[in-house]
C-alpha cells in the first residue's frame, strides 16, 4: 500500500501562485493531482508518468499549472499560477500502479487526504 501526504494548500488572492507537494511512501509509478468543490464531482487536474516523460492536464488548468515530480525525493508537486477562484477545492494526490500515462480516476488506488486551496478574489 502506497501512503501519500499532501501539503503546501491554504489561502491565496487571484493571480497568486501556490505550491502543492506530495510525499510518497512506497512504490509509485503514474501519479496525479484531482481536486473537488463543495458540491460538485471530484476531477482530474494533472498526472505525470514514473520517469516523468508525458504529462496530461485538464483543460482548465493547461497553462496555469504545472505537475513534476523528484523520485529521489519520492515527491510529487503541483505548482499552481495564475489562481483563479473557480480552482478552490480540496486537491487529492493520487497513485497509480499503472505505467502508462492514465487520467481516470478508476486506475489511482492509493489517495492522499487531501489539502484545502481556497482562492480569493
Known amino acids: 500500500q502506497v501512503q501519500l501526504v499532501e501539503s503546501g494548500g491554504g489561502l491565496v488572492q487571484a493571480g497568486g501562485s501556490l505550491r502543492l507537494s506530495c510525499a510518497a511512501s512506497?512504490?509509485?509509478?503514474?501519479m496525479g493531482w484531482f481536486r473537488q468543490a463543495p458540491g460538485t464531482e471530484r476531477e482530474f487536474v494533472a498526472a505525470?508518468?514514473?520517469?516523468?516523460?508525458?504529462?496530461h492536464y485538464a483543460d482548465s488548468v493547461k497553462g496555469r499549472f504545472t505537475i513534476s515530480r523528484d523520485n529521489a525525493k519520492s515527491t510529487l508537486y503541483l505548482h499552481m499560477n495564475i489562481l483563479k477562484t473557480e480552482d478552490t477545492a480540496v486537491y487529492y494526490c493520487a497513485a497509480s500502479a499503472k505505467v502508462l500515462l492514465t487520467t481516470s480516476e478508476a486506475d489511482f488506488a492509493s489517495w492522499g487526504q487531501g489539502t484545502q486551496v481556497t482562492v480569493s478574489s
Open positions: 512506497g512504490r509509485t509509478f503514474t
Open positions: 505525470i508518468t514514473w520517469i516523468g516523460d508525458k504529462t
